[in-house]
T-cell receptor, first 112, second 113 residues
């Protein structure tokens, strides 16, 4: 299947700082990528749809100024968690699609 | 909004036993996908289904797209310890954009050696 690479896999940051997570499609071009958040023992919650060359579409309840998404090329989308707080600690996962959705490895964010 | 019910929530089985889990939706889907997620990792696609009635196998895994288009099941035969993980079903309806999936809550599988 297609390969989606996410980086970093783990990050610890101080409260108030910003963290950038990268999602790359390695062997295909993705005009659309998706960002999910997953709480412990729960399913994936779609946060936003990242569109190459245009603004991201955010799900209801997700703060667009808090979670900045940039999709500057057909193979790269980034999610920046701005002014992170401990409640932002979570597992963040990106995906990109051909006919099926392929997921990155996930990023464990811990805000201390 | 659309709902996707996945059951059971968790299973504790003996190595060698067969496993069955299923998902039902409140509306018609045109695609069903089954994923496995290991701790600290992203979900990995196991099986994709595109046609009502379709039955597809991947090794010891078998999944079917229900004839009503509102359900799907995943079977694992002769389970082994490495089958441990969380299994998610995901569906996409006719109006959904490509890749915009609705996920079940997951089935956590534990296998006793």
């Amino acid at each position: 299947g297609a390969v989606v690479s996410q980086h970093p896999s783990r990050v610890i940051c101080k409260s108030g700082t910003s963290v950038k997570i990268e999602c790359r499609s390695l062997d295909f071009q993705a005009t659309t990528m998706f960002w999910y958040r997953q709480f412990p023992k729960q399913s994936l919650m779609l946060m936003a749809t990242s569109n190459e060359g245009s603004k991201a579409t955010y799900e209801q309840g997700v703060e667009k100024d808090k979670f900045l998404i940039n999709h500057a090329s057909l193979t790269l989308s980034t999610l920046t968690v701005t002014s992170a707080h401990p409640e932002d600690s979570s597992f963040y996962i990106c995906s990109a699609s051909l006919t099926e959705a392929f997921f990155g490895q996930g990023t464990r964010l811990t805000v201390v | 909004g659309q709902q996707l019910n996945q059951s059971p929530q968790s299973m504790f089985i003996q190595e060698g036993e067969d496993v069955s889990m299923n998902c039902t939706s409140s509306s018609i889907f045109n695609t069903w996908l089954w994923y496995k997620q290991d701790p600290g990792e992203g979900p990995v696609l196991l099986i994709a289904l595109y046609k009502a009635g379709e039955l597809t196998s991947n090794g010891r895994l078998t999944a079917q797209f229900g004839i009503t288009r509102k359900d799907s099941f995943l079977n694992i035969s002769a389970s082994i310890p490495s089958d441990v993980g969380i299994y998610f079903c995901a569906g996409r309806d006719y109006g959904g954009s490509q890749g915009n999936l609705i996920f079940g809550k997951g089935t956590k599988l534990s296998v006793k050696p």
